[in-house]
């Protein structure tokens, strides 16, 4: 089982930046793939990014590549969402999730976070 918390969302002009974490709870942590996904009022869930379970290989959708960033620490058992250059049509809730592997679908993750809100303002 693990457990997934995330934060660091808020409200940004376009532009700017913010850095979301996920802290994980339970045994295992490092053996999962993370990903972060976000949905946005009215649409589906969407794959932003994710990232192995030892970190050396990381992917990323089109409409974020160059802008986003995603990395882990293990032995703080967190992954993180570096976000520069932000649109107002990044706007949306963000989620990690851990699986037992890398992939852009959400039905691959077996764990969710409760979701942290990203606004960004034009």
């Known amino acids: 089982q693990v457990h997934l918390v995330e934060s660091g969302g808020g409200l940004v002009q376009a532009g700017g930046s913010l850095r979301l974490s996920c802290a994980a709870s339970?045994?295992?942590?490092?053996?999962?793939?993370m990903g972060w996904f976000r949905q946005a009022p009215g649409k589906e869930r969407e794959f932003v990014a994710h990232i192995r379970w030892s970190g050396g290989t990381t992917a990323y959708a089109d409409s974020v590549k160059g802008r986003f960033t995603i990395s882990r620490d293990n032995a703080e058992n967190t992954v993180y969402l570096q976000m520069n250059s932000l649109k107002p049509e990044d706007t949306a809730v963000y989620y990690c999730?851990?699986?037992?592997?890398?992939?852009?679908?959400?039905?691959?993750?077996?764990?969710w976070g409760q979701g942290t809100q990203v606004t960004v303002s034009s």
């Open positions: 339970g045994r295992t942590f490092s053996s999962y793939a």
């Open positions: 999730a851990a699986g037992p592997a890398t992939t852009p679908s959400p039905g691959g993750y077996d764990y």
